[in-house]
């Protein structure tokens, strides 16, 4: 689950990471008012304006902005309020602006380069460790330093069992080329983030920049959280952090019904149960001449319910030609998901695309005999082959 910016900040303050500080606004006078809120606690004189949305690249959005005076505040609060901003992670449909952060101004006055890093926490899922990445390369993408200059990325290999270690974290903050009291801020800046990332159950950590000011403090002015779904039962606190507004409404929508749905932009739509014959569906899609339109996980034991719920999904997109429903009848029985289908078709009403279903498992043959004597515009198979060529007849 993302979260957005200030929600994040939040977190890493809580595990004691030294943060910018702000105070997020839904209207430019709410800005304002957060801008003197912030004025009073920490003596900044300008702002930075920043657009809260799930998705990097703001600033070459025009999505982040200084401000030197109140007035400024308002009126750049007002531009970006409302805004559709575009980066290379929204895609061009881009992304509304509804809420904006006003943090503080951390760059000191006459500080002309200070040194910003890079650092994110995340797990090597080939060695089963958490991995802490970081480059003296702060403040832009870390795919195009990756890309350029990949001697100036590091890597720390964590041991789950043992937590970062603090000879790890000094060896971090040497390869930063940092000494002194910056030294010591950014090993205590590295292990309260690694602690931050493993207790909140996160699958990401990115902190772009880490900012070490002139009087040798480490504070983190970005902060991008992933935190893992299968874990948010552990954490309400963290799961009433989730913003519907920023999710595809297709998705929000199939996590209601405990469906494991991502939109593509396809168009044949695909249900499946389990996820690897998720993927082999979606590759006989393609040999069939189609391009997957989502997929669609509808889990071990499929009902009416759920497949009546994944139908509404897909059939909800417009770039839909046909659905191919393909399951494995093991935990559940084939011809209880036909019955499903037909259950299902009878109660969202006329269906104007074709739909296949591909059938194999716990009484098979039954479901197929369910499928072919209903009536319905659905077409039954039972092998992968013969689905393939009823995806590639309905779409030419």
């Not at 009546?308 to 191919?324: H, P, Y």
Request: glycine share 10%; proline share 3%; net charge negative.
């Amino acid at each position: 689950m993302n979260i957005h910016e200030y929600q994040g900040k939040e977190i890493l303050k809580s595990f004691g990471v030294p943060i910018q500080e702000g105070i997020v606004a839904e209207t430019p006078e709410e800005a304002v008012e957060a801008a003197k809120k912030l004025q009073e606690q920490t003596g900044t004189g300008w702002w930075v304006i920043k657009a809260q949305i799930h998705a990097g690249g703001r600033g070459k959005g025009g999505g982040v902005k200084l401000a030197k005076s109140l007035d400024e505040v308002k009126e750049i609060s007002s531009q970006i309020l409302g805004m559709t901003l575009v980066t290379h992670q929204t895609g061009p449909e881009g992304k509304l602006v509804r809420k904006v952060l006003i943090a503080q101004d951390v760059y000191y006055p006459g500080e002309s380069e200070p040194d910003e890093f890079y650092m994110s926490v995340l797990l090597n899922r080939a060695t089963g460790r958490n991995i802490i990445m970081y480059s003296t390369e702060g403040g832009m993408d870390i795919e195009t330093v990756a890309e350029k200059t990949p001697h100036l990325i590091f890597k720390e290999e964590i041991d789950p069992a043992t937590g970062i270690l603090p000879f790890q974290a000094r060896r971090i903050a040497f390869n930063l080329g940092l000494s002194g009291q910056a030294f010591k801020s950014m090993v205590k800046f590295v292990t309260a983030l690694y602690n931050a990332y493993d207790k909140t159950d996160s699958s990401l950590f990115e902190i772009n920049p880490v900012l070490k000011t002139s009087d040798n403090k480490v504070i983190a002015v970005d902060a991008k959280v992933n935190l893992d779904d299968n874990a948010l039962y552990r954490h309400p606190d963290y799961a009433a952090m989730r913003d519907l507004a920023e999710e595809d409404p297709a998705e929000t929508e199939a996590s209601k019904h405990n469906l494991n749905f991502v939109k593509l932009d396809g168009n044949v739509g695909c249900m499946v149960n389990g996820a690897g014959l998720a993927m082999a569906t979606m590759d006989i899609i393609k040999l069939s001449g189609g391009e997957p339109a989502n997929f669609l996980d509808v889990g071990g034991g499929a009902s009416a319910e759920t497949v009546e719920a994944g139908l509404k999904i897909i059939l909800a997109d417009e770039n839909v030609k046909a659905i191919l429903i393909n399951i494995f009848g093991g935990i559940v029985r084939c011809d209880r998901v036909a019955n499903g289908v037909v259950e299902a078709y009878k109660k969202i009403g006329e269906i104007n695309i074709p739909i296949i279903v591909r059938l194999q498992g716990t009484n098979a043959e039954e479901g197929k005999k369910v499928i072919d004597e209903s009536g319905l515009k659905v077409y039954s198979a039972i092998t992968l082959k013969e689905a393939a060529d009823l995806v590639h007849k309905v779409l030419n």
